[in-house]
């Protein structure tokens, strides 16, 4: 593995040093100039604990079958016969010429063959993620400042901001004994709900205002804000499942999902948008739940977005989100703000996906678990539920254990599964008395996303200013049925940006990444129409199954097309897309704009001293490139891709030969039995999905409070 991860992050020879600082950007940062010598050395095995770090990643995120399949591929790799097949010369690798090992793994990436397709994705993609997670001079060296954020405390316009005070939470956990028993510990309560997210938070507030007995466990921590400090490596272990890692059993695409006390909401970039109307239609029609249509739906959207004091008026759009306005609009895109629930604060915060420093972003530990906290809701996190217990048909509690102390949760009137879409199902898959419910688990949406990267002239710094604030609509109807894409800004982090840009070798890799301050990524997010499924290992543990369809590959690729030209329209210099092997597009048709200031634009755009020039999108080699972009389609691990929102594995409906649980989120198949969280919806959002849940979670509460006999007439403002 070391010598395959040296022909990824490599020495540079003196030649290719010569081109590399050709390359170099006349006017770098001092942080990075400082670094450049020492970045240009760096081979990945050159420090053990990357090596230690590699082989964690490896057994933490990789499926079995996939790990099964990379060991085999590495062991051949070990033999003298195996590098005679895959590379004409006798090895073992570790002998072999570097730059003939780096030429493999680029062919690997465009194999007709799967496991060389998956072997060599897998082993990229993991030695650049642990490569830059963890070595801070590479990180210096390509520009990304290291230490807390400031960005958010000085937003380019208005007064400079300071930190809200956070609610000090108390846990159960405080009482369990230490060092562990053998003892269960029981802990009693009216309802258990099982995951503090966007679901189990909402939940908790309704019910514990109508005088319930609440309490909500998680398998995650509690990380305190005071210790949020932007790190890459840090905030993806503490705050996301699989150390933000987790792909597919076949490879194709990675998922990023919130592990810990405020679940998602905790990392989600601030979008706060509602679905549209022929998702809600389609919602009711075909899958019989005629609340998403009705006045109650709309009215527990608005009370949601009420309690995070979501909007766009404070909105101070960064350089990213303004350059694909700009783009969008001289294209004739339909382009919009995207309100944030920021509390009607700037916000102006580009490293949120790691927990939000300023406690602007209100999240669930600034919301609904904050109002249930101080409704007498309690909380126990480091809980791993093994199961829910379910007497005569009816829910009666979850076992479980936390840090190796057996603990028991009574649950006297329900049990609530507000995991997110890939725990709920896999908690209820290890329920024996649920096996006659065949829906658990089915019709996992991920809202697949490619990556658009344009690099420009100048630096645009993306990791600074709001993440995501505007959005692009032009791909939304591929289909009119309502299936396509939405275009926005992604996230800016070093691995994130080194995994999902081709690999062409330890030189250009190394030229490309010094250029991330001058480049940003727009994302294309599928809303896909055909799912996946969640099942179990022998180990109890989840396992996504899932991989693009035909039909949905479509809407990726359109969007795909639309993002290179709102790319073209802003004056991008160069145009790389997440397939691999794909040739890079270098604008060379800029013609500069008058500066004219326009009124038809989104408010608190980026100031721009001179208006960025345009590219030409009817150029004849920009065309050719789009075809040839079209193509290389989007079939899997053929583009690179990643999910951020996960849905619809125990999803409501009225048939129950395709949903899991009943309109109003009873689980099929035991008694008092919710689920509110992602799974819970009956089809991609086709938007950030966390208001839907939001809302969605509002209006089984309010189930919930009907069926226990506990509805209040007068409940709380966003309740």
Partial sequence: MAAMADAIIGALTKEEKDAFYRTLPADMSPAQRKRIDEYAEMNFSEDPRRMNILAMYVTITVPEGMRMRTNLLLSTLGSAAGCL????RLGPVWEIDRSLRTEALKSWSTSRLLMLRQGGNGIRGLTLIAFYRSCANAIEAIGYPIGDPTDWKHPPKGEEQVAAEHYPFKFLNESL??????TPVEIEADVVIVGSGCGGGVVADYLSRCGLKVVVVDKGIYVDPKHMNGDEEYGLMQMYDKLGLAPSKDGSIFILSGSGFGGGSRINWSASLKPLYFVRDSWEKKHGVPYFNSHAFAEDLDACLTRMGAGTDATQHNMSNSLLVLGAMRGGQPVNPVPQNTGGLPHYCGKCLYG?????????TRTFLQDAAQHGTQFLTKCHVQRILIKDGVATGVVGSVNGQPVRLN????????CGSIQTPAL????????????IGKHLHLHPVAFVTGYYDYPIDPWEGGILTTVSNAAELVDKEGWGAKIEVGASTPSLYSAMIPFEGVLHHKARTVRFRYSFALIVIVRDKYGGSITIGNDGEPEINYSISEFDQRSMIEGVLRATEIHMNAGVSEIVTSQPGMRPFVNTTNVAVPNVKT?????????????????DCTHPTFRKWQEEVRKGGAQPTKIMMGSAHQMSSCRIGADPKYSAADPIGRIRGAKNLWVADGSALPEATGVNPMLSILGTSRGIARNMARALGVETSTPAPHL
């Fill in 85 to 88: 097949l895959l590379f004409g």
């Fill in 177 to 182: 004994p230490s060092p562990p028993t053998k």
């Fill in 356 to 364: 939000c420093p300023s406690g602007h972003k209100m999240d669930g």
């Fill in 411 to 418: 649950a006297r009137r329900a049990v609530v599964t507000s």
């Fill in 428 to 439: 209820l898959l290890r329920t024996p008395q649920l096996k006659s419910n065949t829906q």
């Fill in 599 to 615: 009124s038809n634009t989104i408010p608190n755009m980026y100031n721009f001293q001179e208006l960025p020039k345009q590219g």
